[in-house]
């Protein structure tokens, strides 16, 4: 478990609240949809700070105007990755934008590990930092299938 | 209300050539520098003084001394000005109407022909704008109010080196604005002591933690020993909460060498902000930006000393004006004021402050005291920064003011949580988040705000905690620097 106030992975924009449940990321997706924004779906099993391509779950969904259509896909995301971080991406195309407008988490593994921080001493009291993600110590095909 | 042409006794500019360059003393208006018919051109800087000209004064004189001073003029006829284009390098006042309800103020609108500025360089065009023509004797005031940069000048400067999109893609966190506090007390902690109050409030939930303006070197705290317990302490919350996290290094120092090397130091120990303070000047200033653009760091600005010059609203320059400065000198971060907190600021002035920097094209909006259109040519957006005496109590007011692309800081607000440091960055970040997650799912938070603060807190003692300890504490006194044309009162709770 974390030792941080939330003893989890505080990414995203709500990880400080209770997991939402799937009518309010409901709620969350229609804003979004209201703005023009197009959801897509992302997981990884390796949350590290600067991991910024978690892998897609499909395409980004462009045409998709309806928040229960994303919620399915969130669903079905889930069911394939239980044990994985899934988070829910609205992007925002506007000239001057063209990034990311919202990104929460969905979904987290039973037990998340967290990070360590290796310091290696350099000259001068120097230190070089390495935040280490003990979800990653074993090798990739074998993580993520231990059930909770 | 526009003043009549030529109302006024010697406000004709003279045009028989040989009259006009007759050795002695000629009116400014006589020399050419009122112009009612002129229309100012797509190239042209647009200036709008607030002027107060001396008991006795002829307003359209003193615009044209307006824009006289702060372009070619000097107090008496030469004849080499015959030796030049002069009519391009005469700042022409072509407008002036008296301020709603401000007796014995003009507004006087000058425009400026695009060859007199240098291109890329702040220093060059506030030497002229607001140089020697604040002194002038036969104004008791002025003050510059609102500034059309056109967009072929705009485009010789760089703009902020990361700006607020690409910031936001850094540091992974987006739809939602930004925490931060500055560490306290100022002055006086050790290195050490002073990691311990950065670590704390990051792990907490805080994205960004600071340094304050006057931390630079001082002997209880060399600035070496603040980058390397500063950066343990960011480190470790980073790995203690799978988010970056930064704390602005301040670097600013007596010598832009010494700025370099400090920069330097936090790049080397891989901070992703280093931080500024206004008082380093123009020049520094685009200095260290160029620094931050060639090493992927973000440029934070702490606007210290403005106040000797923007909050007077008889004299002085508007901060909006500043802050348009800024954005093309090129900073990431600015503060803009809170509306709420301690320090000066009218809501819709405040908001106008905001505009200006998060704008891709700026409307004129009276009540916020934008007087021109503000086409910014792509250039990047500035992160503005809501600082000073704001607490949990006025989430819904903040988020509702400004919005998300904002920096909220609570300092005190986050280290005087009676629960210690960390009790007090998770009040700030519930707070936050429950404020977002309402509005998105349609709560009016101007109306529901409180009400959705006190529902958050019953799953969050140290947000109850902040409410219990700041509930009630408001700041409402009178701006001193409102618009001209709607009257506004500090926001109330």
Known sequence: MMTNPVSKITQGQFSFLPELTDAEIALQIEYGLSRGYAWSIEYTDDPHPRNTFWEMFGMPMFDLKDAAGVLTEVRNCRKGFPQHYIRLIAFDGTRGVESIAMSFIVNRPASEPGFGLIRQEAAGRTIRYTVHGYATDRPEGERGIETS | MAIATGASNGATAITDAKRRYQAGVLKYGQMGYWEPDYVPKDTDTVCLFRITPQEGVDPVEAAAAVAGESSTATWTVVWTDRLTACDSYRAKAFRLEPVPNGPGQFFAWVAYDIILFEEGSIANMTASLIGNVFSFKPLKAARL?????????????????????????????????????????????????????????????????????????????????????????????????????????????????DMYERAEFARQLGSVVVMIDLVIGWTAIQSMSNWARRNDMILHMHRAGHGTYTRQKNHGVSFRVIAKWLRLAGVDHLHAGTAVGKLEGDPLTVQGYYNVCRDSYTRRDLPRGIFFDQDWCDIRKVMPVASGGIHAGQMHQLLDLFGDDVVLQFGGGTIGHPAGIQAGAVANRVALEAMVKARNEGHNIRIEGAEILRKAARFCGPLQQALDTWGDITFNYTPTDASDFTPTAAVAR
Do not use: C
């Open chain 2, 145 to 257: 109010e609102d500034i059309r940069i056109p967009a072929a000048y705009v485009k010789t400067f760089k703009g902020p080196p990361t700006g607020l999109i690409v910031e936001r893609e850094r540091l992974d966190k987006f739809g939602r604005p930004l925490l931060g506090a500055t560490t306290k007390p100022k002055l006086g902690l050790s290195g050490r002591n002073y990691g311990r109050v950065i670590y704390e409030g990051l792990k907490g939930g805080l994205d960004f933690m600071k340094d304050d303006e006057n931390i630079n070197s001082q002997p209880f705290m060399h600035w070496r020993d603040r980058f390397l317990y500063v950066m343990d302490a960011v480190n470790k919350a980073s790995a203690a909460t799978g988010e970056v996290k930064g704390s602005y290094l301040n670097v600013t120092a007596a010598t832009m060498e």
